[in-house]
């Protein structure tokens, strides 16, 4: 999901992350869908320095988890909701992944402590893809964990989200499992329990506000609410005790009253959204992570709270089919700029920025003033760069809001432009751009300018070198089809 001032001096913010008794800890998302992404080095010393001990991973990258190595930070790696149907169905692929995902690096020092097996696979958009596959994937990683000697060490799990469990008074005690995957919910539950193993929940008090028009807005943060929640002798007045408790009061009525919890992402967008902005982000993570460092943990679950915010970095190849705000979950912007800061209200602390980080040139690529706006090569002009860039920062009360037309056409152009490395032939748009030194940026609005990558730390470019090896075998086929 998306989401970052300047070098800081000593991080106030590491107490609030250490939690008292060691059970408990702030960790963080790191995700990976950048076209220009950070060197996976930089990323784990932001993680150190900003005092991080817990990182969760959505695959088994090579730079990322050899990066990650002699770090000291748990390490959560992730097996993405495609691999589950293979891993499912055959106890061998399951070995060879563990194999190369965990015992390798394991061995070469990268402290790996959980397996995620899956993200979210029961979410009801899914329309039931992965409700086959998703426990016997589970079984044939514990069982290939168990081959490799390191059940001892690495727990599976399966982040699911929150739409997984339901109260239909909205009472947190009268919560259970969703009915149509009752039965396989407590299958896994078991499971967990008996492979000493947690149950990983994703809780996002933003999408609540997001989908309901009518939610109360005061209740999402922590800060007292004139809409609380009473549920017998208990109040809730934040939404994150209300859900956290709503799933605890599931597994307790099922008889697994004890299970670990960990909540494995929550956080707040930053753009994309009229909801979605700096201010509110700031609010609801320092506000949270102030809310559970007494470690008093919630009404049905007093102790520490195992939690990953989410994200650590903005990705720009998200899917925005839930909202624009996916690309915009970040504590940091793309090339490792803390959007704002975090403390304990001593004032002498915050999150630090990215070291060395270098950028292409300063340069932008805008709409030319000589041109009309009515130009009928307008429209798809930006239709397309929208849809081979990034624009999800344009719209109602985003932060490039408010631009006016050219100033949108501009942010269209210049964000393809940079994400094709500042190539002439990305400034082109049928002669409707040019290429400026004057930074076009306001007082909301960034015009970014993109950080160099190296060729085999570019997903993107992986990709063109993918698509040049298919033309190549597409010239192939059609030569020797057409000339023999």
């Not at 790696?77 to 495609?82: A, K, Q, S, T, Y």
Request: charged residues 15%; glycine residues 8%; contains cysteine.
């Amino acid at each position: 999901m998306t989401s970052v001032a300047m070098d800081s001096s000593c991080f106030a913010i590491l107490s609030l992350i250490l939690m008292a008794g060691g059970a408990g800890g702030i960790g963080a998302n790191w995700g990976t869908q950048t076209s220009h992404p950070l060197p996976s080095s930089t990323v784990v010393q932001l993680l150190k320095d900003d005092g991080f001990q817990k990182v969760k991973l959505f695959d088994a990258e090579e730079g990322t988890m050899s990066a990650l190595r002699n770090s000291r930070i748990e390490v959560m790696v992730g097996i993405p909701n495609d691999m589950l149907a293979t891993l499912a169905g055959s106890m061998k692929a399951a070995q060879k992944w563990v194999s190369e995902n965990v015992s390798s690096y394991v061995s070469d020092g990268v402290n790996v402590r959980y397996v995620a097996v899956g993200n979210e696979p029961f979410l009801q958009t899914y329309n039931g893809s992965f409700i086959q596959s998703t426990l016997p994937a589970l079984q044939n990683i514990q069982g290939a964990l168990i081959q490799a000697g390191l059940s001892s060490q690495v727990k599976v799990t399966v982040p699911l989200n929150a739409d997984v469990y339901q109260s239909p008074s909205g009472r947190p005690s009268d919560g259970d499992f969703r009915d149509d995957i009752h039965d396989l919910m407590l299958s896994i539950i078991k499971f967990l329990s008996d492979n000493g193993a947690p149950f990983t929940v994703n809780i996002y008090p933003f999408l609540s506000l997001y989908d309901d028009p009518n939610f109360p807005v005061d209740y999402a943060f922590f800060d007292g609410t004139s809409s609380s929640v009473v549920d017998g002798s208990t109040t809730y007045s934040n939404m994150f005790d209300a859900n956290h408790d709503t799933l605890i009061w599931a597994l307790k009525k099922n008889g697994f009253g004890n299970l670990p919890v960990i909540v494995g992402e929550i956080g707040w967008p930053t753009d994309g959204d009229m909801n979605a902005n700096l201010q509110l982000a700031q609010k609801f993570t320092q506000g949270f992570m102030t809310h559970i460092s007494t470690g008093q943990g919630t009404p049905m679950r007093p102790g520490p709270i195992d939690a990953y915010l989410f994200s650590l970095i903005d990705e720009d190849e998200k899917s925005i089919q839930p909202g624009n705000f996916e690309r915009h979950w970040g504590l940091y912007t793309f090339d490792g700029y803390p959007k704002y800061q975090l403390s304990q209200g001593t004032g002498n602390g915050g999150l630090v920025r990215a070291k060395n980080i270098k950028y292409l040139e300063k340069k932008w690529c805008v709409f030319k003033p000589t041109m009309s706006i009515d130009d009928p090569n307008v429209a798809p002009s930006i239709s397309y760069a929208c849809a081979n860039a990034d624009c999800t920062s344009l719209g109602y009360k985003t932060s490039c809001g408010d631009l006016d037309a050219m100033g949108n056409i501009s942010y269209a152009f210049n964000s393809y432009y940079q994400k094709n490395d500042q190539e002439d032939v990305a400034c082109g748009f049928s002669n409707l751009a040019t290429i400026t030194n004057k930074d076009p940026s306001t007082s909301t609005c960034r015009f970014v300018i993109m950080i160099q990558t190296d060729f085999g730390n570019s997903s993107r470019l992986r990709r063109v070198r993918e698509q040049c090896i298919l033309l190549v075998l597409a010239c192939i086929l059609y030569i020797f089809f057409h000339v023999f």
